[in-house]
């Protein structure tokens, strides 16, 4: 670094102006800086700071206009950004004359305590995801915020990007040089003109890799140095941040991808921001690359100004040789839009005109004419190596023989492991291009080929390496509404060349070429690879014809299904897999943010048998959370009898049906008299909504009773009566027409379990709610409660407690309501249904999640006489409900749980799992009570039996500690201090035992 013409302050005189102007006294240690005086201070209690004397020039405005930066954001709150240190005199920044007579400025930060990105990065996978959700966060934040002062003309802002013009030409290598100038052309000639379109606003305009910190745990906890702020383009932010993230990625465009999708997730970006973005990046690059030539040429001793410049030039060459067109539909992919623009337009238009379109070979269409040829199987060899073409041929029409059928047909995305060559090794790191994009028709070789549409040629072409296509023929379509797409057609005799050469006409049903032999087709079976394509992306002739699964959306948007055209009635499109990170961004990206994802590393599930499931990796979990799969994944009794009924019918419940009458009949002959009639419905929220219109009809009223903490379901009706819902995060509180009852918790609440009258004494604290409403002369509808609370706790009501409230509530005039949607089905092993534990006899009862093991299914059942009081003239149509391949499953449900024994299971293993929990509970505090009937058990933690402070934090980390150990269980509770065991009910003595030893040694873990 050259000397400064200024004093250099040392440690011990920084550390006796820190203490003049601060009040503290500190150490310092002196950290890099290019003019100014960084010290790392650290004060005897341990805070820290960074204490910056600024060099002689600094102006003092600028440093005030960042201060209220730094202010606004901070106003707002919860961004990882320094705050400022006041001095003593309360000003953020002190001017003082040093000892050459320089008027210096003085100011302190607070210290975060990171390793820059750049530095983690070498060392560790970081999630580039948290870059993008806080710049777009910020970004948000300073949409509200304007200065002056940044309001500026500043060689680092991209907007400016002509200007390194005049500096390009110091830069020594030829190679960035050109690049760098290639990019200035760019910007001059289009790209300034659209980026002056975009939204704008004062940005950081420096998240670079330097700037950002991240913690022990590789989150983000700062984002740094706010020097280079200015009013400009608000997409400039994400490009300055996203030119240093790609650097050193082995994908960079997929780490952009990341980025981009977490930023548009918090602050949507628009279509004409993201069009440039790509260019933008490159333009940063070049504005890196100019500075540091011109810095340099001034300061050719200065190493500082070099920092970077390596990983910019290094950037700048791999994106040299990217396709933007490509990395423009990447991004538009990252923020879930239509990848490559017009593909749904053309989709639509061979829809609409699919009577148009001739065929492309002479041999039948027709569905007994085709088989889908199993290439993988037939072309790799033990080892996964690819056969010889003759063999792979021989095989391939042999199955097509022996299917007679005439044609073989390859499908549009299959993955393939067929590309073995470098030729489809792609720059990410172990990935190759495997998804075809085609459809393959294994004809004879010779076979004549036909346009399907007037056309011209537009490719022409010998793609002689091995493993290529071969000779290639593209042809142009122009629809009459101006759209453009392409065909092509792979793997042809080299005497198809001069039939179509390029710039010819062809007209629909003249000949384009002929299927060619190995080896000339590129070494394959004789097929034709038929392809279309939406957009060339500068690619001609190398146009891919397979892709990376990893960007099996752009290339599908690219390259829409070829079926469109061939017409083939058969399934000829595979099922993309993703990795599940993958899937996480997918998912992000098309469905709403606020589906949650349990895990921090999620699973990704591709099997379920029994109480078990597994991932794509072939783990094997123990599932005690999922009380849906009631008699075990995937039964298949119920997979059976789904299949069959759909096979045969599925109709609404308007046409008559056995299977309606069947299953009603033996779904009521499960609960006692007078309950007896049935609605069906498809979800356990839908049948707690009918349950609460049954009840308003028979009642005339309106106003409900609940209970502290329930959860009833996601319709509108039922958050208005879940206080788990509404009295928490983004809930509106409890609405006027609805009054809650305490939960009547023996470990917790106000009454306990050892009071002899606990029932009695909650079900009168119920009442007065009762008593309140009557007060006020609108006496409730209905009083729902679960059989046994969920999401309260697994909280077992006390004895008496219903019969009580179900006593004053029918003296008032309403109905009582049981929601049976967890318990229900055998689950309490003493009983069918957890009301039968209170011994009452509820007016309606609703049922969901086990009653289809995983159909979505549920049902209401009530008296004739509730019923009859809904029939009020206006007919209760519901599509799906009691359709017969629902009641079929629902019928299999409860013949499984009555031939496989699994109530009595429930109840024995139930019984040994609550045995040992006690057991355990009665040698660790950190249990404090363990309560449970049948496979419906809770284990609540607390830090003190006396206190009975909640464990929640315990609670989590045994969980994800079991977790670790392939047993799912999950919490829940008002504080998430309750471990919940709910499992299939066919878990058995085996299960127990492998769930109580590692809950036993994870307790001991958590246990202090
Ligand atoms: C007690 C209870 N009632 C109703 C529902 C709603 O059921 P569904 O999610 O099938 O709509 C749930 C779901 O968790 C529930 O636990």
């Known amino acids: 670094m050259s000397r400064p013409d200024f004093h250099i302050y040392s440690v011990q005189e920084a550390c006796v102006l820190f203490a003049q102007h601060f009040n503290l006294a500190a150490t310092a240690i002196r950290l890099p800086g290019e003019r100014d005086l960084n010290f790392h201070m650290t004060c005897e209690d341990g805070t820290q700071f960074i204490f910056k004397i600024y060099a002689p020039g600094t102006d003092q405005d600028w440093l005030a206009a960042q201060d209220q930066v730094l202010d606004h954001i901070a106003r707002i709150g919860g961004f990882p950004v320094p705050q400022l240190l006041l001095s003593k005199a309360d000003s953020s920044t002190t001017a003082i004359t040093d000892d050459d007579g320089n008027r210096r400025l003085l100011r302190t930060l607070n210290w975060i305590d990171g390793t820059v990105w750049a530095k983690a990065r070498e060392s560790h996978d970081l999630d580039f995801a948290q870059i ?198 990447r991004f538009r992919d990252a923020c879930g839009w239509e990848p490559c623009p ?149 793997h042809l005799s080299r005497t198809s060349l001069p039939v179509s050469p390029v710039g010819k006409t062809v007209r629909k049903g003249e000949l384009v070429g002929y299927v060619g032999p190995y080896p000339e087709n590129g070494n394959w079976a004789p097929h034709l690879h038929f392809q279309i394509m939406v957009d060339l992306v500068g690619m001609g002739a190398d146009i891919c014809g397979v892709a990376a699964a990893s960007e099996a959306n752009v290339w599908s948007s690219i390259c829409p299904n070829p079926n469109l055209m061939l017409g083939m009635a058969i399934d000829c499109q595979d099922i993309v897999e993703r990795a599940p990170a993958k899937i996480t961004a997918e998912r992000s990206r098309h469905l709403g943010p606020n589906l949650s994802i349990s895990y921090k590393k999620p699973l990704k599930m591709v099997r379920g048998a029994g109480q078990y499931l597994y991932t794509d990796t072939g783990e094997k979990y123990l599932d005690m959370v999922n009380n849906v799969c009631h008699i075990g994944h995937s039964h298949p009794r119920v997979v059976a009898a789904a299949a069959k009924q759909a096979a045969e019918l599925n109709t609404n419940t308007r046409y008559l049906h056995d299977n ?27 049948a707690n909504d009918l349950a609460l219109r049954l009840a308003q009809a028979y009642s005339g009223r309106r106003e409900m009773l609940i209970v502290d903490h329930a959860y009833h379901g996601n319709l509108t009706s039922l958050i208005d009566l879940s206080p788990y819902k509404f009295n928490r995060k983004g809930g509106k509180g409890c609405p006027d027409h609805v009054k809650i009852c305490p939960m009547p918790d023996g470990f917790r609440g106000p009454i306990r379990s050892d009071d002899p009258e606990c029932g009695r004494k909650y079900a009168d604290l119920a009442i007065d709610q009762l008593r309140a409403f009557e007060a006020e002369g609108r006496p409730p509808a209905a009083f729902i409660a679960e059989s046994v609370l969920g999401c309260g706790g697994q909280i077992f009501l006390p004895d008496g407690y219903l019969k009580h409230i179900y006593a004053a509530v029918r003296a008032s005039g309403g109905l009582c309501i049981a929601d049976e949607v967890q318990v229900g089905f055998g689950r309490v092993g003493s009983h069918m249904w957890g009301f039968e534990l209170q011994d009452v006899v509820p007016d309606i009862v609703t049922l969901g999640k086990p009653i289809g093991n995983g159909h979505p299914l549920g049902a209401v059942i009530t008296t004739r006489e509730v019923a009859n009081a809904f029939y009020n003239g206006m007919e209760y149509f519901n599509t799906f409900g009691g359709n017969p391949v629902s009641c079929a499953i629902g019928r299999e449900v409860l013949h499984v749980i009555r031939d496989e024994r699994l109530q009595a299971n429930a109840r024995i293993v139930g019984d040994h799992m609550m045995a040992r929990l006690r057991e355990i509970a009665a040698g660790n505090p950190l249990i404090g009570e363990v309560r449970g009937a049948g496979l419906f058990i809770g284990i609540e933690l607390v830090h003190s039996l006396e206190t009975k402070e909640p464990a929640t934090e315990k609670a989590g980390q045994i969980a994800n500690m079991m977790k670790d150990r392939n047993i799912l269980i999950s919490t829940d509770g008002p504080m998430d201090n309750v471990i919940k065991i709910k499992p299939p009910i066919t878990f058995d003595l085996d299960d127990a035992n492998t769930f109580l030893g590692n809950f036993e040694e994870c307790l001991a873990l958590v246990t202090p």
Request: proline share 5%.
């Open 132 to 329: 993008g959700t806080l710049l777009g966060r910020l970004d948000d934040c300073m949409k509200e915020f304007d200065h002056p002062a940044a309001h500026r003309d500043f060689l680092w802002d991209i907007a400016q990007t002509s200007k390194h013009r005049e500096f390009s030409d110091l830069i020594g290598d030829d190679n960035v040089r050109a690049y760098v100038t290639d990019i200035l052309d760019r910007f001059d000639h289009g790209i300034a003109e659209k980026l002056a379109k975009t939204p704008r606003q004062v940005i950081h305009n420096d998240a670079n890799d330097y700037n950002l910190l991240v913690d022990g745990n590789l989150t983000i906890n700062g984002l740094i140095d706010f020097g280079d702020f200015i009013e400009t383009h608000r997409i400039c932010n994400l490009a300055v941040a996203l030119a240093y993230a790609m650097m050193d990625q082995p994908d960079p465009l997929a780490c952009a991808v990341d980025i981009i999708t977490a930023y548009h997730r918090v602050n949507p970006l628009g279509e004409d921001e993201v069009a440039i973005l790509y260019d933008l990046i490159a333009c940063r690059l070049a504005q890196s690359a100019c500075m540091a030539a011109q810095q340099y040429a001034k300061e050719p001793d200065n190493d500082y100004l070099l920092i970077s410049q390596a990983g910019v030039n290094d950037l700048l060459a791999r994106m040299a040789k990217l396709n933007p067109a490509i990395a423009h539909y």
């Open 342 to 490: 017009g593909s749904r337009k053309v989709v639509n238009w061979l829809t609409v005109n699919a009577d148009q379109i001739g065929p492309v070979i002479p041999q039948s269409m027709d569905a007994s004419n085709l088989h889908i040829v199993d290439l993988n199987g037939l072309s790799l060899d033990p080892d996964g190596k690819l056969r010889p073409a003759n063999i792979v041929t021989d095989a391939i029409f042999a199955a097509m023989d022996a299917a007679n059928a005439e044609v073989g047909v390859g499908k549009y995305l299959e993955n393939r492991k067929v590309y073995q060559g470098p030729f489809f090794e792609t720059a990410t790191r172990g990935e190759w291009r495997s998804l075809h994009l085609g459809i393959d028709l294994f004809v004879p070789d010779q076979t004549p080929l036909f346009a399907p549409l007037d056309g011209v040629v537009v490719v022409s072409n010998d793609n002689a390496r091995d493993f290529d296509y071969g000779p290639i023929i593209i042809l142009e379509h122009k629809t009459p509404c101006g759209l453009t797409f392409y065909t092509k057609y792979g």
């Open 660 to 686: 309606i009458v069947n299953y009603a009949n033996e779904l009521v002959a499960t609960f006692p008299d007078p309950l007896s009639v049935c609605f069906f419905v498809n979800s356990g929220s839908e």
